[in-house]
């Protein structure tokens, strides 16, 4: 038996602080039980009652002559750690606390001690501070919501109480099928992860929807996703860009916590919602439909505008319409008029009724060529909406087709809306716009792929690097009470991770600097390193393309006197003579130690396109190689790496390498670094490489 099993399918409950007044949350759980025929006794508990509602009540757990699976606890704060002792001891396992005043009003501590002590005998806390837990499978209604929801197979899972109070009469107007909603609030033990856990088992559950505020523990959360083999959408709420203000990195700054959230989503294979309305369709697409296994999705319509638009909608989605095969079409073509098209969307024209649907269905069920469906229908008068649903019921039914998805949209007025509910009772989903209908069937594709991928981990670490030496580094900058290292360090920091920095020495006179240029070949670059000038360029302290040891001379005296004016109290290490990189294209790789999910490597194209139209990408760190390139695929300035007038591919490939290794480089050192940048990397075309120009590294605070 799953551990959670008590909490989430009891077969039988206590509800402590059932109270004997109407119009309070003890007795309205009481009252949910029973009228949602929970099959299980019901035990009220109530130190002043010998019964409620018909119900015979204990003056306290300990008094109940049967062992309890779950209790819910309706009574004040200052009474819950009590009851958790009580309920301890007498064997109870799953504590669903519906009390408010923990946590989240800095009661932490009682918080703690409640979750110590149900742990202490096996147990489980979920919450406190929720409206309560509700199973269909188990007809539990352990909650003050008003009822049990509408039957169906989607867990959904939300950290808020008033949300969940919300969707449950949602469901029924909608028919958005639940199999359990559980409120997490305060998430003291049970979290998403556990969640998530406890229904990919659950064999009632076909899809997971979780509302998110916040994730405790990031990795947990993304195992959890990855190993559950379901589909789980994930709706974050809260999305700003928080942390972003107090960033010190350019990376930091892009950072942003929804960019990171919805990287950490898409690597623990969640499917990401905009909006509520959003993690609904998708939810119920999901929870109703197979996956789309291949990109070849045909919309069969009766009209051109809505076609048209489901059309442009899929591309946006990433299921971009193709056209059909001329034998395709020639089958295709046999139920519509001359004047209607035959090739993607098929439109078979107004004036369409049930037989031209009834056709144009059945080919595109029995067609190999086709992956997944969208029924489109815009009501006319010629035709009964719930005629052309149930067309589309009887025609699934008669060819037996269940693994190929299929999803309905229907404008129109109350005829549709008719039409929907027929569909969704057949388990079809059924949505009021082209949009929605082909996010759904995206969504169906995106699942489908994250089912090939699996819970495969793809990231070797790399062997080739120095550790040892690298925390010396960072060892020598803290011991010099530095917060964050300077250009030199953290380039030979990212070269012991095998990143390929220019070649660069510090030097501290005009004649050291002068032999170093002649080592490292002219022309070289001049820039000084000092903890106390983050712009080196705003304090004058670059000098670039320094041809003979003249100009070198020069450069270093000018950088001197420059950064001498903009800050004559700066601490000054020396200036930088660095090997001149050829031009290329400049790119931008670093790293946030985000607060949820640890290390996260940002990508992006440098210039404008990081400053101006943050064009830029993450994912939790460590990634692969495969993870990298695909980053680099998902910015829009992608076609600039595939090469644009005339220019050849860049070299893709090893940049991917390079992310790569910097992932393990601040996975490696999490506990260190906070930030990095490796601002610009300039990358060639292909089998040229790239190298690392600069490169910032902020320590974590001690
Ligand atoms: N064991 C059993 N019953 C007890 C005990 C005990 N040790 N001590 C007291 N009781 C009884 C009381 O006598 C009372 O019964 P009675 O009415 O018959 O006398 C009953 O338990 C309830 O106790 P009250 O003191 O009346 O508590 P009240 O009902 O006012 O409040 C509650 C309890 C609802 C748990 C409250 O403290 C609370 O936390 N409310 C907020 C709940 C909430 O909003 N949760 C988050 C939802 S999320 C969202 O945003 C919607």
Redesign the pocket.
Known sequence: MHELEPVFNPRSIAV??A???EG???QQVTKNLIDGKFPGPIYP?????TEILGLKAYP?IGDVPEPVDAAV?????D?VL??ARQCAKAGVKGHIV????FAEVGNKREEDELVQIAKGSGGRVIGP???GTMSNPAKANASFAPVLPYVGQTALISQ???LI?ALDTVTYARKFGVSSMI?L?NMADVDFADCIEYYAQDMNTKCIALYIEGVKNGYKFMQAGRWAGKPIVALKAGVSAHGAAAAASHTGSLAGSVKVYQAACNQAHMIWATDLEDMLNKSQALAMQPVLKGDKVVIITNGGGIGVLGSDAAERHGIPLQAAPADVQAQFRKFMPDFGSPKNPVDITGGSGVAGYEGAIETALRCPWVDGIGVFYCETAVTKATDIANALITKLKETGITDKPVVACFVGGAGSVEAGKVLLEASIPYYDCPNKAMSALAALRQASRFQEVGCKVDFEPYTDVDKRKARSIIAAARAAGRKALTEPEAKELFACYGLPVTKSSLAKTEEEAVHFAQEIGFPVVLKIVSPDILHKSDAGGVRVNLKDAEAVCAGFRAIMENVRRYKADADLHGILVCEMAPLGSEVIIGSVNDATFGPTVMFGLGGVFVEVLKDVTFRVAPISIECALAMQQEIKGYPMLQGVRGEKRRDQEVLAGVLSRLSQLVSDLEDDIAETDANPILLYEEGKGCRVVDARVILKPR
Do not use: D, H, L, W
């Open positions: 402590i602080g109270s004997r007044r309070t949350i003890g508990i109530n130190p002043g009652a306290s606890y309706c009574v004040p704060a009474k009590e009851v519906i009390t408010s005043g501070n929720i409206v808020s109480g008033a109070i409120s609030g």
